[in-house]
Structure formats: C-alpha cells, structure tokens
C-alpha cells in the first residue's frame, strides 16, 4: 500500500451510538479530519434524516449520503431487490448490508488508507463488521481496547511473540512494567486465552498496551503504520448506554424519535414498547412487538413492509405480517412481552426496566466499519 494521507471516517447509521460516536469523537479530538458519511437505503424511517439533519447542524458538518445503485430509478433496497427475483433479505442471507451498506462504503473510501471510527460501546460484547480490505482499520473509541479483533490475533501471534518482547521494552509502563512484561512473556495456552491476556493487561494499564500496539502496528501494513503518532493512544474513556444517552441529550441533538417509549394495555397489564434499533422499517432483525410497535405507530410503513411478502417469500421464518397483525396474535405478543419484562425486571437490582436493555444492536450499525 502506497504512503497516502490517511482519510479519518465515521458512519452514522441513524441510531443512537454511532450518533454519540460523531458528537465524542469530532468534541474530544477536533484536530482529527473526519469524514461523516451515511448509506441511505431509501426505507430508513424518517427519524433518521432528522437525526443526520441534528448533526449536521450541531456539529457544524456534512454528513456524505452514500447511495448504491445511484442511476436507478427506483430506491436502492427495491432496486436490487428486483435483481435478487423478489427474494427477502434476512439473518441467513444479508444481502441488503453487503449490497446497501458495504460495497458503497468501500466505493466511497476506495484504495485510500483508512480509519474507521465505529460505535460500538464499553457494555457491549460483539465486535461488528471487520472488513477484509488492508487499507480499512477499524477503531473503537468507546471500549477500553479501542483495537479491532483482527489487530489483537496478529499482535499476540506465536510468530510475533519475540517481537512483542522487544516492542515492550520500547514502551514506559511506570510502575507496573514488571507486572506487564510477565503477562506479555506468559504464553497463550488453554488456561489463558488472547481474550484473557488482553483483558489483564489493558486492567493494568490501557495507555501502555495502546502505546504497545501502535508500536507493533509499525511493523504491520495496517494505515497506521505510517503515522507518527495517534490521538487516540491515551485514550481511557470506556462510555456505556448511559453515557450515549446523556450525550446526545446534553448537546440537544436529542435521541431518535423512535426509541421514545409507549405505554400499551393488554387485559388488565401495562407494558411499554418502542424500537429499538436503527435501520430499514422492515428490519427483519426487529423482535416481534417492534413489528407491532410499526403496525400500531406507523401503519403506512407497516402496509408496505406486507407489501414486499409474496411468491413465498416473508420478512419472518415462521409468521407473514398479515398473520402477526390478526387480533388475538398482537394480543399474545404483548402479553408475552410484559411477561419478559417482568421476569428481567426481578433479575435486575434497578426495579426499572428498559426496553432498549433487551436487543443492544443497531440493526445494519455493523455495516459502519
């Protein structure tokens, strides 16, 4: 890979993360040239324009709206829709976060180095879309280990473990580097995975192991290897749900409509529902009192969505939208759902509970690499 300047990107997929991720990242680092972009698939609710328009506006900005399929007539999704014969996305077949979200992101960066900035926050246990193209690195400033899977497997390598020692001889613990060079020494075994090695020494010290990294990442063709420096290396901050929430609220960009909560009654019990992720209306990851929450909220979208089940083909594997909206079915899902609530909530030390606690993921929030 040719020595270029390194293009600093962040996607903001409509949802509350990556939206607190913009805000963060652009107020903590403003020496950063950062790039905003987001893949428009034509079926976002309209939360999600008003939340791009917010930051923009807020953070004084352009937000790039990436489009695939630019010279069709038709919106992005029903445009390869129709190339796919009518077949639906879903779990098993997402084409819709390849052809809508990855392929115009990897259009828009090209062959240029690059650093992602994604999401994904200190409470959360996944990893998120890791693309396969060496220019692209992905960072995540909100968790303590800021470094993607892929970076910390290289780094603790049998192959690189000489290498490792004298990289952390390069780098100043203070006061706990006896403690760090034994961990580094300790090799990975069945009693002490790359998860477990990286965990105790990030507990020890997290600026040293960023410090330790960047050190290695010198020897690497990741972008980074050719910077000098990076902003983010002494980096402690580890910002869970609360702190996403408290941001977007303090800067008055405000939280997406959408995850507002809304008391509903089944039989003689109250429960509350509202959405809980980003994305298309008709996300086929959306549990099933979100599909109802679309029904009772947004029943155009909700007719729409119905629209697209035919020639066998159904948003759900079990159940087509004309059969979830039948009366007694919306009643048993509510009911079902409070049901859940109720036994998190007696699992919880908090008497309250939140809805948004029950699916964490933003929908198509791991297409942002």
């Given at each position: ?9 962040l ?11 913009a ?9 950063l ?56 996305p ?6 819709c ?5 990855l392929d ?5 960066v090209?062959?240029d ?18 693309s ?18 892929d ?14 020692q004298?990289?952390?001889k ?27 090695k990286?965990s ?8 040293g192991?960023?410090?330790l ?45 959408y ?74 899902i ?11 909530s ?24």
């Amino acid at each position: 890979m040719s020595i270029s300047k390194i293009r600093h990107v962040l996607g903001i997929s409509g949802g509350k993360d990556s939206a607190a991720l913009a805000i963060y990242v652009k107020t903590k680092y403003p020496n950063l040239d950062l790039e905003f972009y987001s893949c428009d698939t034509g079926k976002e609710l309209d939360e999600t324009y008003q939340l791009v328009r917010n930051l923009e506006v807020y953070l004084g900005i352009k937000i790039n709206l990436l489009q695939a399929a630019e010279n069709s007539s038709e919106s992005p999704f029903d445009h390869f829709l129709k190339l796919y014969g009518g077949y639906l996305p879903s779990s098993n077949s997402r084409w819709c976060t390849k052809k809508l979200k990855l392929d115009p992101f990897e259009k828009y960066v090209g062959t240029d180095p690059v650093i992602s900035y994604v999401g994904i926050r200190g409470d959360e246990n996944r990893e998120g879309y890791i693309s396969t193209k060496r220019n692209i690195q992905s960072i995540f400033p909100f968790r303590k280990n800021i470094w993607s899977e892929d970076v910390i497997q290289k780094l603790f390598s049998k192959q690189n473990f000489d290498q490792l020692q004298a990289h952390a001889k390069l780098v100043d613990f203070g006061a706990q580097q006896e403690k760090i060079s034994q961990l580094i020494a300790k090799p990975i075994d069945s009693s002490f995975s790359i998860s477990q090695k990286t965990s105790a020494i990030l507990d020890t010290n997290v600026v040293g192991f960023n410090h330790l990294v960047f050190e290695f990442l010198k020897t690497t063709d990741y972008p980074l290897a050719s910077e000098s420096s990076f902003p983010l290396l002494d980096n402690e901050d580890v910002l869970i749900r609360e702190d996403i929430f408290r941001i977007l609220e303090e800067s008055g960009v405000g939280v997406p409509a959408y995850y507002n909560k809304i008391d509903f009654q089944v039989d003689d019990q109250v429960g509350q529902y509202a959405r809980s992720r980003s994305g298309c209306y008709f996300c086929f990851f959306q549990q099933k009192i979100e599909w109802v929450w679309l029904y009772e909220q947004h029943p155009e979208l909700y007719k729409k969505a119905m629209e697209y089940e035919k020639d066998g083909y159904t948003w759900g594997q079990f159940e087509s939208l004309e059969q979830l909206i039948k009366p007694e079915r919306i009643k048993q899902i509510k009911a079902d759902y409070v049901k859940k609530m109720e036994k998190k909530s007696q699992n919880k030390s908090s008497l309250l509970i939140d809805i948004l606690d029950d699916s964490e993921e933003e929908g198509c929030a791991s297409c942002f690499i």
